[in-house]
């Protein structure tokens, strides 16, 4: 790894920070944006499509344009960080997102709106790899579940807080306001970026794989959109089966030129590392859970209660107040006690319980009760999200950290749409057959299937944790605190 040079760059007021403070705060401030930005834009649909005349179906296209860039340039991202520097390619993804974020602001159609969502999808796609990958070279194992800790919160907060704000900014100023409020971020982050992060280039990058690139690009960007729009059109409808069918078949093309690539862009021999594939797997189920339940939970306190959306959003915060909380203790005591698996173990099983414990909600349950299970929901979900991500990477190089952390964000975002999706479908198909049955709608009865099916889908997981070995792990608990069972694990293994 070698250091870029940086002319015009303070470097006395850049060593007055720490790198590890500095990549922490750029980061985390980044990924916080980026996630928030998908969940933010939903509650301004209604809005927008009033202020240009376009219906519902159409102003959809505003949040899957976004969702869809995203996943078509992750694959790049690990490539690009180790070419040209995390530094370089972090600030340029921070200064795309933000003028895009400025260009939606004053779009004047649907149509200049929508290209400029793309390019915020190209800037948002590129700062979870490369950022993550930053995090991971600067800080040693055995300090990654304390930074990591942060970043679950950023990870956590956001998709809960963007309901909120997006809703305050719509009431008080207008739907304009949801992008233009990213604009003084990102500047503010491209300022401290640019004056005390480091540029640090990795030796041998290797050239830049353009059909690897095309392909996961193309079928992850079709999966995407399929399983977006899936819930919507249907799933038998033909634009989603094509999208689907044909996303997975570039996907496995991909994998078949990858594997016989010297320099693969997306280097998945990585998954025949059983850590790293076990920890991929949790965290891309328990995307599927949380960010499935959110929404579920917000359509429960709207339909099923009569929240106003901003109402839906607040009642909501508890959750993501638990997964605060839940992450600190986390990573403070449960991960060096109880060791990786099992704490992925009891995290997971938790999570499902909770999920599940929603389905119990009705029209006239106590909001406290209700706040009670969502905070429970929450703080278990951040022991999943601390404990994955620490251990995740325990046998992954500096080398190919880049590369790792793309494959592990990819899973992550993919999870994410996978779970609004499944959520969505389980209502869709739940309201439909009620009132086939009573002439009624049961929009309550329809968010507790989807509950249970989020937590069943869940419990996928638990196969997965068990088998993480405590001995792979073990240079990711701090060495000074680690438990005197897994030293002697570490030994016998």
């Not at 007021?13 to 916080?32: E, G, M, W």
């Not at 180790?82 to 390619?89: A, S």
Request: positive net charge; glycine residues 10%; contains cysteine.
């Amino acid at each position: 790894m070698k250091a870029g040079k940086e002319p015009g760059v303070n470097r006395r007021a850049r060593t007055a920070v720490s790198q590890k403070t500095a990549v922490s705060v750029v980061y985390v401030a980044a990924i916080f944006l980026s996630t928030m930005d998908t969940t933010i834009v939903n509650v301004t649909l209604p809005a927008i499509g009033r202020a240009f005349s376009t219906p519902s179906t159409s102003v959809a296209t505003i949040s899957i344009s976004y969702l869809v860039s995203l996943a078509v340039f992750i694959p790049a991202s690990g490539w690009l960080g180790d070419r040209f520097g995390g530094k370089r390619v972090l600030l340029t993804a921070v200064t795309v997102f933000t003028v895009a974020s400025a260009l939606c602001g004053i779009a004047s159609s649907l149509g200049q709106l929508i290209a400029f969502r793309v390019l915020q999808g190209v800037g948002g796609g590129l700062l979870a790899p490369v950022g993550m990958a930053m995090l991971l070279r600067i800080f040693r194992p055995e300090e990654r579940v304390r930074a990591l800790s942060v970043l679950t919160i950023a990870t956590g907060v956001a998709p809960t807080l963007g309901p909120v704000v997006g809703g305050l900014l719509v009431t008080n100023l207008s739907w304009r306001w949801v992008f233009y409020v990213n604009v003084p971020f990102g500047i503010c982050m491209l300022i401290f970026g640019l004056l005390f992060l480091r540029n640090d280039v990795q030796e041998q990058p290797g050239r830049f794989d353009i059909a690897g690139f095309l392909l996961a690009a193309a079928g992850l960007g079709l999966v995407m959109y399929g399983v977006s729009v899936g819930p919507d059109l249907g799933w038998t409808a033909v634009p989603v089966l094509v999208s689907i069918v044909s996303g997975a078949v570039l996907l496995g093309l991909m994998v078949v030129v990858e594997l016989r690539s010297l320099a693969p862009i997306i280097n998945v021999r990585l998954f025949k590392d059983a850590l790293f594939r076990s920890c991929s797997g949790v965290m891309t189920l328990e995307s599927v859970a949380f960010l499935g339940s959110l929404y579920t939970m917000s359509l429960y306190f709207q339909d099923g209660r009569g929240f106003s959306p901003l109402a839906a959003g607040l009642s909501i915060w508890p959750e993501a107040f638990g997964v605060m909380t839940g992450s600190q203790l986390g990573s403070r005591v449960l991960y060096r006690r109880l060791g990786p698996r099992l704490h992925l173990t009891v995290g997971i099983a938790g999570s499902s319980l909770f999920i599940a414990l929603l389905s119990s909600l009705g029209a006239h349950s106590s909001i406290w009760h209700a706040w009670l299970i969502m905070y429970l929901t929450g703080f278990a979900v951040g022991q999943v999200f601390v404990a994955t991500q620490a251990a995740a990477f325990a046998t992954i190089s500096l080398s190919d950290t880049g590369r790792a952390a793309t494959l592990f964000n990819a899973g992550r975002r993919l999870g994410g749409a996978i779970g609004v999706a499944v959520a969505t479908t389980t209502i869709v198909l739940v309201s439909e057959g009620a009132r086939a049955a009573d002439g009624t709608g049961t929009d309550l009865t329809a968010c507790r299937a989807a509950f249970l099916v989020g937590a069943a889908i869940n419990l996928l997981g638990i196969r997965a944790a068990w088998s993480v070995r405590d001995s792979d792990a073990a240079s990711t608990i701090p060495a000074r605190r680690r438990n005197k069972r897994l030293e002697g694990a570490a030994t016998e293994e």
